[in-house]
């Protein structure tokens, strides 16, 4: 006899990152950023290292002062967490479990998928039209057992963006008993204007989600932060642990959030390089969703074309991701990452193309 693990979570798979066959290899695979964080995180950082004998403040007092202040948001919302797939982890356990449907979208980001697997919650998908989020999909798609509608804004794998206006429509129409969670691991990356999403945190039916993984370059810090209402965050805190976020992630943190210079420097120049590989491939007949994240979903004529591309960028040093776990299987999503080896990739699926290696 041995030790069992709960029948739900032997009948699951493990959350799958990008295979990267040897760290060595560029990698383009998991939209980290193609720059390191603000010399000031940095600096922040290594200070901090020295206070690592003491416990981290477990209410990010100071982050959360620095994310009020600069993203014009209720202090009183904010909760931070270690990245933001533990709040979306936390936000599942809670209010979520056997019986109970998480409903998403076709190619939402799939670790929501497994937060709710976890817990032996229901995983419902609604469909995307053109790669991108349809709240009347969502709508026709919701049942009585729908407790929490996720919607990833702009959406990752597809890199799309809907308008603020949709999600608007989206809460209005949800009943009240469902819990709306947005995600905006990606929103310094779209110049909409946030505060009418931000707002919607305040009725006590909406979590919108942030993460400093993306345009902060903190992917290795483990930050996120949300917006929750005072008994929605009662409920997370409990789910939480307490000291979640290190003392070292927390000063990087700050220093991060204050440098908006930095930050805004950094999406602006990874915009740039998306947008010449976007036109460039675009020009040599790739087809390419418009994009407003650090990455770029690419599509090939078929699964077959993606194995050829795939096997030739990791012959080159070039990790890209697969999407089989997505069903896109005629699909790869590549991540911005430095001009020089965007170049060298762009070259290499330029060149395929012109030769119809496939
Ligand atoms: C849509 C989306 N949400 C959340 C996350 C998780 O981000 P974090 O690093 O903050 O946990 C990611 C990471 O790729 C993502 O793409």
Redesign the pocket.
């Given at each position: 006899m041995t030790p069992k693990a709960n029948a739900h979570i032997e009948a699951m798979s493990a959350f799958a990152l990008a295979n990267f066959g040897g760290y060595d290899q560029a990698t383009l695979a998991?939209?980290e950023s193609a720059f390191p964080p603000s010399p000031q995180a940095i600096e922040a950082g290594r200070d901090a290292v020295a206070r690592s004998h003491l416990y981290p403040d477990p209410d990010w007092t100071l982050l959360k002062d620095a994310i009020a202040l600069i993203y014009r948001v209720e202090r009183g919302l904010i909760l931070c967490g270690a990245?933001?797939?533990?709040l979306?982890a936390c936000t599942i356990a809670a209010f979520a479990g056997p019986g109970d449907e998480v409903l998403g979208t076709a190619y939402a980001?799939n670790?929501i998928a497994s937060a709710a697997a976890r817990v032996g919650a229901t995983y419902v998908k609604a469909p995307e039209r053109d790669f991108t989020v349809s709240i009347d999909a969502i709508l026709a798609t919701l049942t009585p057992a729908t407790r929490i509608v996720f919607v990833?804004n702009p959406?990752?794998p597809t890199g799309t963006l809907i308008r603020n206006a949709e999600l608007l429509r989206l809460r209005a129409a949800l009943p009240g008993n469902v819990l709306l969670v947005i995600?905006q691991?990606?929103g310094e990356f779209d110049d909409q204007d946030p505060e009418p999403v931000f707002a919607l945190a305040g009725r006590g039916d909406t979590i919108v989600?942030r993460?400093?993984?993306?345009a902060y370059g903190l992917?290795g810090a483990?930050?996120?932060w949300g917006l929750f209402s005072p008994r929605i965050a009662a409920e997370l805190r409990k789910m939480q642990n307490s000291n979640q976020v290190s003392t070292v992630s927390l000063a990087m943190a700050l220093a991060a959030v204050e440098d908006q210079a930095y930050m805004r420097a950094t999406v602006a120049r990874t915009a740039e390089i998306r947008d010449r590989f976007v036109r460039d491939l675009r020009a040599a007949g790739y087809a390419v969703p418009e994009s407003r994240t650090n990455f770029v979903l690419v599509r090939f004529p078929d699964a077959a074309a993606v194995e050829t591309a795939d096997k030739t960028l990791r012959g080159a040093g070039i990790v890209v991701r697969g999407l089989n776990g997505y069903g896109l299987t005629d699909c790869l999503r590549v991540t911005i990452g430095p001009q020089e080896i965007m170049g060298r990739t762009l070259q290499i699926l330029t060149s395929m193309r012109g030769r119809r290696c496939w």
């Open positions: 998991q939209n990245g933001s797939m533990d979306i980001y670790f990833c959406g990752n995600d691991a990606y989600l993460s400093l993984s993306k992917a483990r930050v996120g």
